[in-house]
């Protein structure tokens, strides 16, 4: 066997220990491979080169993003939560203002995490809390971004109900809204699902390109007006294209 042959069976080797492993450290891939030291070093910077494995701030090995064209392996292991967490943070930490992330179950939208510490007003969000699709700059973020037929079939069948003083109950200007927001990349609202707070969302796509959740920047109305606007939504567009990214989906 010449040593380019070696080189990929010894990778495959590496590789092939992630079908009963989510992550390993170095020391774990050394000894379930059972490969000399230097070699397993020498093969995790070459498989980290190529990104078929990437190193967390862990110090773990998991498998790269690319197998995601390959199959179902890492996307059946990615959890949105985690992979959103730490960019929620961060988004937080920048505007001192809610950060929820919410995903689509059925004709509703659940919240499922929330950064909330440094804001003095808490929300109505709580994880676990479901909304309409229809109510929230969260939710609909959501509807807007799911295939024509599927926003049609939604809207003509559902019942919209007021939660609060701005909740959209005309299907006319639901439809302008999902419109707006479509062009705009993200969607506002003002009172709708609690009177006087507001949020600004941006959609979150999958390796599929298809919107399986939202991220949104919420707080009470009076901060979210003027100049604000613009520069919230310019944030949570970029936390939501970070995410996006992080699950596979490549922006055409």
Do not use: W
Not at 70 to 94: C, K, T, W, Y
Not at 120 to 129: D, E, N, P, Q, W
Not at 197 to 225: C, L, M, R, W
């Amino acid at each position: 066997m010449d040593s380019k042959n070696k080189t990929v069976v010894r990778s495959m080797d590496i590789l092939n220990l992630y079908i009963e492993h989510a992550q390993l450290t170095f020391q774990e891939i050394i000894d379930l491979s059972g490969l000399p030291k230097t070699t397993v070093y020498r093969m995790l910077m070459s498989l980290e080169e190529m990104g078929f494995l990437e190193k967390g701030i862990d110090s773990k090995y998991r498998l790269g993003l690319i197998f995601l064209h390959f199959g179902h392996l890492v996307a059946s292991r990615l959890d949105i939560r985690q992979i959103a967490l730490p960019i929620m943070q961060e988004l937080h930490n920048e505007v001192d203002e809610a950060i929820n992330l919410i995903v689509k179950q059925d004709n509703e939208a659940m919240y499922i995490e929330k950064i909330d510490i440094n804001q003095k007003v808490r929300l109505y969000t709580a994880i676990g809390r479901r909304s309409p699709l229809y109510a929230g700059a969260c939710s609909r973020v959501i509807l807007s971004f799911l295939p024509n037929l599927e926003i049609d079939k939604y809207i003509e069948s559902v019942e919209l109900k007021p939660f609060a003083m701005g909740t959209i109950t005309d299907k006319e200007y639901l439809y302008k809204t999902i419109r707006q927001a479509q062009k705009d990349g993200y969607t506002i609202s003002h009172s709708e699902l609690e009177n006087h707070t507001s949020a600004i969302a941006a959609p979150i796509f999958d390796h599929k390109g298809e919107v399986i959740a939202g991220i949104s920047i919420a707080g009470i109305e009076a901060n979210y007006q003027n100049e604000n606007v613009p520069s919230f939504a310019e944030k949570v567009k970029r936390a939501a294209e970070q995410i996006s990214e992080r699950l596979g989906y490549i922006k055409s």
